[in-house]
């Protein structure tokens, strides 16, 4: 995605706002504001920015999941389902 024809200054949102709300809902890409020359803000629209969040909380799974690999912190399936079929059959 280029940013560069997304990049407004904050007069042109104070102008704008409306319609800049309107074209994030529809276009879906996010908006880069400017003040004094230098990038400030971006703006999404909420489902992106919800989208965005979700994204980020499975890459963060991810993540602590491959770290835990690293670590040697982890059970085999075939083990956790055995202590699980064995836990089942304790509560029947």
């Known amino acids: 995605m ?3 024809t997304q990049i407004k200054p904050i007069s042109y949102l104070k ?3 409306a319609e ?3 074209e994030l ?3 879906r890409k996010p908006l880069v504001i400017t003040q004094n020359g230098e990038a400030k803000v971006v703006i999404l629209d909420v489902a992106t920015y919800e989208e965005t969040q979700e994204t980020m909380a499975l890459l963060k799974v991810l993540a602590l999941g491959n770290r835990q ?3 040697g912190k982890v059970v085999v399936a ?3 389902f055995k202590r ?3 836990k ?3 509560t029947d």
């Open 2 to 4: 280029k940013y560069s």
């Open 15 to 17: 102008a704008h706002a």
């Open 20 to 22: 800049v709300v309107r």
């Open 25 to 27: 809902a529809e276009q």
């Open 69 to 71: 690999i690293e670590e």
């Open 78 to 80: 075939r083990d956790v």
């Open 84 to 86: 699980l079929r064995k």
């Open 88 to 90: 089942k059959a304790s």
